[in-house]
């Protein structure tokens, strides 16, 4: 059974820092492309980055340069470095196992986590 689960969310000023992990199991996880995604309040959920298995990334719209994604495959996880946090990148960021560069939330399509929580003040 696949599972991911997501850690390291929290509440942050704006200009701050948080470090996302993502625990995978149940799955070869170097051989696997993903991805983070969020859920804001009043808004579809969007693409914050993709990682192919072979290490190549995309960019989500609205969050080029600021976030980093990485992944340790000898720990089977996923991390994403959020820098610069503004109040709009406020929601439930989730972890999931879906082609590179996949910019829909559809949940009928590869696995998903269960979110962390990113909020930040102004």
């Known amino acids: 059974e696949v599972q991911l689960v997501e850690s390291g969310g929290g509440s942050v000023q704006a200009g701050g820092s948080l470090r996302l992990s993502c625990k995978g199991s149940?799955?070869?996880?170097?051989?696997?492309?993903m991805g983070w995604y969020r859920q804001a309040p009043g808004k579809e959920c969007e693409l914050v980055i993709s990682m192919s298995s072979d290490g190549r990334t995309y960019d989500g719209d609205s969050v080029k340069g600021r976030f980093t994604i990485s992944k340790d495959n000898a720990k089977n996880t996923l991390y994403l470095q959020l820098n610069s946090l503004k109040p709009e990148d406020t929601g439930v960021y989730y972890c999931a196992v879906v082609s590179f560069g996949y910019e829909g939330c559809s949940r009928d399509f590869g696995y998903w986590g269960q979110g962390t929580q990113v909020t930040v003040s102004s």
């Open positions: 149940g799955f070869t996880f170097d051989k696997h492309d």
